[in-house]
């Protein structure tokens, strides 16, 4: 693949508490010019980065960040208020702790809640891999699939890691083919998004590639 092509499949991300929208402002340029899929970016900016891209590229926000453990009736507002805020792609973080504990009704009971909130728009479940021991990590991607989501989203880029070639062989192998898979988390180099990529990974979310980008020129 070539790094155009790769760059088409990346979420170019600034997810840190202290960028300023300044920051958020050139890197919404700089996924316009290498035409990523989306500029992923705090919910407190959406409305101004949509204001600013109009058609010109998807915004993408968080929902239940990056912990997960808000309650339903919190997410599904953020889902819907940031929808129409600009939003088009929502990231929204399972309740990690339901998950551990086998509380699989109740996990799903949310993921449906948050598809219909976001009906017509993208939603990407992240499950925080790292965390899943893998049996429940295949019990979760059959929920993520059952509910209709769009992506299941390997991590946040806040846990002890991010995203490992394992991880999206599992995801590809228990969730419907359907149901598209984002790698995220520690992709920091284009050999490290071939790899996501040959292992089933529709979509990359990272903030490196496009910076490896610029440092050619």
């Known amino acids: 693949m070539t ?66 453990y808000n309650d339903t009736a ?19 973080v399972i309740n990690v702790g339901w998950a551990v504990s086998g ?13 219909k909130a976001t009906e017509g728009s993208i939603l990407k479940v992240i499950v925080e891999t790292c965390r899943l021991p893998e049996p429940v990590l295949r019990e979760i991607c059959k929920l993520v699939s059952a509910s209709g989501a769009n992506f299941i989203k390997t991590s946040t880029g806040f846990a002890e890691r991010g995203a490992t070639v394992r991880d999206i062989e599992i995801m590809r192998e228990m969730c419907a083919p359907e149901t598209k898979i984002k790698a995220a988390g520690g992709i920091s180099s284009f050999e490290d998004a071939v790899k996501m990529i040959t292992a089933g990974a529709d979509r990359l979310g990272t903030s490196r590639l496009v910076k490896l980008m610029l440092e050619e020129q």
């Open 3 to 68: 790094k155009q092509e790769i760059l088409k499949m990346c979420d170019h991300t600034v997810l840190r508490t202290d960028a300023p929208f300044s920051e958020i402002a050139d890197n919404c340029a700089l996924a316009i010019k290498y035409n990523c899929a989306s500029m992923c970016l705090a919910p407190a900016h959406v409305y101004e980065a949509k204001k600013l891209c109009g058609d010109k590229l998807k915004i993408c926000t968080v929902v239940g960040f990056p912990n997960g």
């Open 74 to 92: 919190t997410k599904v507002f953020e889902a819907k208020h940031l929808i129409e805020e600009g939003a088009d792609e929502i990231d929204a």
């Open 103 to 115: 509380l699989y009704e109740a996990v799903l009971e949310e993921l449906l809640q948050l598809r």
